[in-house]
């Protein structure tokens, strides 16, 4: 007969080897994650973003795109929810239009319904915009020609102040 520390022995031994198989065996489980492609992958702030999503492991039955626009480090406005459509077999797509234009950033959480529940992906992933601007000739600072009006009225009231000076 067995002692009790000869039995607990092969208890706390065989209970480490469960522990490690189910370490083990979880980590051969993990499902893989969606493919998100945003399109273009660096966009301009207002411009219109192309978003598809290839799902390989699960069967949504709804598939949601959060996205938020944040300025800077310290403002980020309110998230908005793109619901993808299914255009493929497990391929999602959607567009969204950028509204912010002082935004720098924006951030984003893929959602997937499936007969299990909610699951997120990519929770929060940051994408910086491009925030260079082409150059148009009229400067970066959307009043086109009104500088004009303002300089031809000054050097009308200068000639103006000038011709009664010589008078």
């Not at 080897?17 to 273009?40: E, G, M, Q, R």
């Not at 411009?47 to 480090?73: K, M, N, R, W, Y």
């Not at 234009?101 to 940051?126: F, H, I, R």
């Amino acid at each position: 007969m067995k002692s009790a520390i000869q039995k607990s022995k092969t208890f706390k031994e065989l209970l480490i080897f469960l522990i490690f198989l189910s370490i083990l065996t979880s980590a051969l489980i993990v499902s893989a994650a969606p493919t998100i492609n945003i399109d273009p992958a660096k966009p301009k702030p207002k411009e219109t973003i192309d978003i598809t999503v290839a799902i390989t492991d699960v069967t949504p039955t709804s598939v949601h795109f959060l996205i938020q626009e944040c300025e800077g480090t310290s403002l980020c406005h309110q998230i908005e929810n793109i619901t993808l459509t299914e255009t493929s077999s497990n391929v999602y797509t959607g567009s969204f239009s950028l509204q912010y234009a002082k935004a720098t950033y924006m951030q984003y959480t893929l959602n997937v319904q499936t007969a299990s529940g909610w699951t997120q992906y990519d929770e929060n992933t940051k994408v910086n915009l491009d925030l260079s601007t082409t150059s148009d000739g009229n400067g970066s600072n959307d009043s086109p020609g009104f500088e004009f009006i303002i300089m031809a009225l000054s050097i009308i009231f200068i000639s103006f102040i000038l011709y009664r000076r010589s008078r």
